[in-house]
């Protein structure tokens, strides 16, 4: 059954697997497909630190995408929260996991509007005074 079990304990601890009736430890180090490796320690401690945020959250580094991973361990799986887009660990992972965390999406959603909007804008004032400056150009020859 261990081979079939989807509940991961970071701390390799035992536990009650729905359905089976039984408890067991796990040989923590490979998820699912092998590709995914637990984070348990780590320089600035953000694998420990993420539990501050919320206590299921679990750090991994994805072996095959070369990749931090931040997964919640809920129920019979471990579900991906969030790609962190660092090479490395520090202040910014933490930073950013609680940027993007489920209960910010409106103020997140609402701040990509924004930059989106700032974004548009820029662009029509740069296309205006580029035509501006064409117009200007061809009427001074004329």
């Known amino acids: 059954h261990r081979a079939n079990c989807r509940i991961f304990q ?8 729905r359905g089976t ?7 923590f180090g490979v998820l699912m497909n092998g590709a995914l490796r637990p984070i348990i320690s780590d320089t ?4 420990s630190r993420l539990k501050e945020i919320d206590p299921r959250y679990v750090l991994y580094y994805n072996l095959a995408r070369h990749r931090y991973e931040v997964h919640t361990l809920q129920g019979l799986g471990s579900y991906l929260q ?3 887009p660092y090479r490395t660990l520090d202040c ?11 209960e910010r ?18 662009k029509l004032s740069r296309v ?11 009427l001074s020859r004329g």
Do not use: K, W
Request: net charge negative.
């Open 82 to 84: 969030c790609v962190l």
């Open 105 to 122: 999406a409106d103020s997140l959603l609402a701040e990509i509007e924004r930059d989106n909007a700032a974004r548009e804008d820029a």
């Open 44 to 47: 600035f401690d953000i694998a």
């Open 92 to 102: 910014r992972s933490l930073r950013y996991v609680r940027r993007t965390r489920v």
């Open 10 to 17: 970071a701390d390799n601890a035992p536990h009650q697997c």
């Open 128 to 138: 205006r005074s580029n035509a501006e400056r064409e117009m200007e150009r061809m």
């Open 21 to 27: 009736g039984h408890a067991h430890g796990h040989q």
